[in-house]
């Protein structure tokens, strides 16, 4: 094998190396329409009832604003979380209200609280019970 030809083996073996390990690593989401189970130490939040639609998950500590769709359009939700976390909806002005979320807690059908959910915190930060 000449110089030359050994020379760009190696730097061909190099250059597909190095994309190896800059590839992006690739996150497994659950459909639209599917439920997705909350998991330990998780409080998971979704658009539609029955655990369907996009889903949107929270694990303390802190507070943290609701994503993937469901900020004011939580339909159903279930608790993982070793402890209590409250769901927080943000009124006019400084106002707040909080909904406590208990470890196993769920509901299939949060039609209460879908429209006012804005995101969950593992304290209750100065809000009024609601």
């Given amino acids: 094998m000449h110089r030359s030809t050994a020379l760009l083996a190696t730097t061909l073996v190099g250059v597909a190396a190095a994309l190896t390990l800059a590839a992006p690593t690739a996150v497994a989401t659950a459909p639209a329409g599917s439920a997705r189970a909350a998991g330990p130490g998780q409080a998971c939040f ?9 889903a949107w998950c929270y694990a303390p500590p802190g507070y943290a604003e609701a994503e993937n769709g469901t900020q004011r359009h939580a ?3 279930d608790s993982r979380v070793d402890g209590t976390v409250y769901a ?4 006019p002005g400084n106002s707040c209200l909080y909904r ?12 209460a609280w879908a429209t006012k959910f804005d995101g969950v915190s593992d304290n209750k930060m100065g809000c009024e019970a609601g």
């Fill in 46 to 54: 979704w658009t539609e009832a029955g655990q369907h639609g996009q």
């Fill in 75 to 77: 339909y159903s939700f």
């Fill in 88 to 91: 927080i909806s943000y009124g």
């Fill in 100 to 111: 406590e979320i208990r470890k196993d807690d769920y509901d299939e059908n949060w039609e």
